[in-house]
């Protein structure tokens, strides 16, 4: 029973790197691709980014289904069912992530004015790039049980909601001196949607880190705001 | 008491470094503290020869049966120390129920019920009898099912209606305390999910200590667990919190089935 057990505990675990490395693939596309200051994706790298999101899909279902069978069968308990749970929350959060890497291609692809954009790539990558590396911590947090790296992360939110916050001003402020051109409109509206879906990306790394520490320690800190 | 040793508020039972050796300076139970919540189901857990029967015993004193017995320590049992008690107000106080189903095979359903009483030479009135017997058997969901075959033998009934009838045994006496020593171990499932109901339903009214082997078991039906290594009570608490995240590597261990 012991080995069985085992057994299925190694294969989630080994889906869910799979599934991690995948997520943060797609983010270092985008990022690669935010960096480089163009607004019109290649097809090949579209095509790459919306195969990888059906196949994350696809195995995020694999290992539900894998976790619910083996608390059913095996009855984990202690440390082993708190790693599994935290595991089926961490990939409802990379899930979201992986969605929010394609909503982002989509708002660049609607930009009609590269000016404005332009103007504020810069700080978008570093966003992106903060948000991603926050991610990352987080996976790392989960998969070493590293307590720091999951604080580290759940402190670092407030840091790109406050990057969100200037970034929003600015653009508001640059459309207020501007002509009431209705694609300039569009373009900050599609720039506003997208800042938020990176600050989500944020929030998302949060969740994977909160869930890292419940699987370390057992502790549930989610809506705590004094995590040390 | 220990750090991994949950604090009880009005206990039913305390117990204060007991110490039982079967042989000399051979610990069999070791220095174990703990008190036990009243109207709960404690279940306590551990390996094979780790001193959960012999802590079980030790409760009503079943232990003293063995030669050369020693024993350290106190069990206070409802503010009284057990050892100023005589054994049969003990006895009656914490009732036994052990593995394998033990009606006593001459006599009938209804005596099985009210055998403490008649082995004692405790005079009772037909009609008390009958409202011992029919109030035992109800408490352990036994009574429709026996109640026209009343003065059939015990041994008459299947393994599970059998340790039903050694539960109602234990209750004739409305003890404090019922003792299980693996109650279900010899039962088939179905039998074995009857009395872990009847347990949660017998915890409105009584406190119940049982031993099992069955990780499971106790994570169903318990609401505290102790872990036991080697005579050391090793972790203490809330079945839910030891489940979850025990405190001490040994019983993560052993409930993770690397040991037992």
Known sequence: MTLRKDDAIKSIMSDFEDFANMVLHQLDLLENFVSSGELSFPKSLTKELVDNENKLDKLEVKISDKIINTITLYQPVASEIRKIFACYRIIISLERVGDMVINIHNFIEKIKTPKVYLELSEVISNMLVQSANM??????????????????????????????????????????NTSEDKQLMTSFINLNSMLTTIERIADQATNIAEAAIYSIEGKDVRHKNDVK | ???????????????????????????????????????????????????????????????????????????????????????????RMAGMVFQRPNPFPTMSIYDNVVAGYKLNGIRMKRSERDDVVERSLRDVTLWDEV????????????????????????????????????PTSALDPVATAKIEDLLVKLKENYSILMVTHNMAQAARISDYSMFMYLGELVEYDKTKDMFTKPKDRRTEEYLTGKFG
């Open chain 1, 135 to 176: 991610v990352n911590k987080a996976l790392l947090a989960y998969t070493n049980d590293d307590r720091d790296y999951a604080i580290w992360t759940i402190k670092n939110d407030s840091v790109i909601d406050e990057l969100n916050r200037k970034m929003l001003k600015k653009a508001i402020k640059k459309s207020t």
């Open chain 2, 147 to 182: 109640k026209d075959n009343l003065h059939k033998k015990g041994t008459f009934l299947s393994g599970g209606q059998q340790q039903r009838l050694c539960i109602a045994r234990a209750l004739a006496f409305d003890p404090e305390v019922i003792l299980l020593d693996e």
């Open chain 2, 1 to 91: 008491m220990n750090d991994n040793t949950v604090k009880i508020k009005d206990p039913v039972l305390s117990i204060r470094n007991l110490s039982v050796a079967y042989e000399q300076g051979k610990y069999a139970v070791n220095d174990v503290s703990a008190d036990i919540k009243r109207n709960s189901v404690t279940a306590i857990m551990g390996p094979s020869g780790c001193g959960k029967s012999t802590l079980l015993r030790a409760i009503n004193r079943m232990h003293e049966l063995y030669e050369n017995i020693e024993t350290k320590g106190t069990l206070i049992l409802n503010g009284k120390d057990i050892t100023d008690m005589p054994t049969i107000q003990l006895r």
